[in-house]
């Protein structure tokens, strides 16, 4: 079932320490089939050089498990409250990259400092609030995927234009058109956290790009008249 996603979604996983961005089992991604309803996503705690594609766990969107013997991410009900809240996300990634998890601890936002920013993220890269004791008790995983809509419906900020999130204390969450995407975001979102936190140590009292430099830089890949890269036939 679903082996072309499966695959995906593994290469995805795998591409996660090629990037330096888990150490160990700390981190996971998902893709979604919106036809069938469906997500894949790594099992919970199997070390990236022992796994395979045919253990990938499927489950339908309210979290059943349709396919696989083993036990899911433990962060599964995170990547299914946003498959369920953001139709256009086709794919999820976690990872506790030490850059990205540095703003996450300091509890805010990575600001957009500079050009390689704006390409991807339009602002600044929004850190969530903090888990109440209720919801950490009550179903951890899955308030975590809800503050994090909360937060983005709060800014208003379109999934696609801001494409991850810092969760306070924990670190980032990043998605995209399907699993690779979410991977591509991942990386960069860890590369500007890094670049953000050098800026800030040069220049404590350092201002945000200007708004014009921000718009122009993310429109020219992004918006209605891009024309950054070639066209496709």
């Known amino acids: 079932m679903l082996e ?69 991410s433990s962060d599964t009900q995170t990547h299914l409250e946003l498959y369920r809240a953001f139709p256009e996300i086709g794919g999820v990634v976690h990872t506790h990259s030490t850059f990205a998890v540095g703003w996450a601890q300091a509890c805010e936002d990575i600001p957009c400092y500079g050009t390689t920013h704006a390409d991807y993220f339009y602002g600044p890269i929004p850190c969530s609030r903090q888990l109440t004791t209720e919801e950490i008790e009550e179903a951890y995983e899955k308030n975590t995927g809800r503050v994090i809509i909360e937060t983005l419906q709060e800014r208003q900020i379109q999934p696609m234009h801001v494409p991850g999130i810092v969760c306070a204390n924990h670190g980032p969450f990043t998605w995209g058109k399907d699993a690779a995407q979410a991977v591509y975001h991942a990386v960069v979102l860890e590369e500007v956290a890094k670049m953000a936190f050098i800026t800030r140590g040069i220049n404590p009292q350092v201002q945000s790009a200007p708004q014009n430099v921000q718009d122009k830089h993310f429109m020219r890949k992004h918006g209605p008249n891009a024309y950054y890269g070639q066209k496709k036939a």
């Open 4 to 72: 072309e996603l499966k695959q995906a979604v593994y290469d995805a996983n795998m591409a996660l320490p090629k990037h330096g961005l888990v150490t160990f089992t700390w981190g996971n991604a998902s893709g979604i089939d919106r036809a069938r309803g469906l997500m894949v996503i790594k099992p919970s705690g199997v070390e990236y050089e022992e796994l395979r594609p045919d253990q990938l766990v499927v489950l339908d969107l309210d979290g059943n498990k349709v396919e696989g013997s083993l036990n899911p």
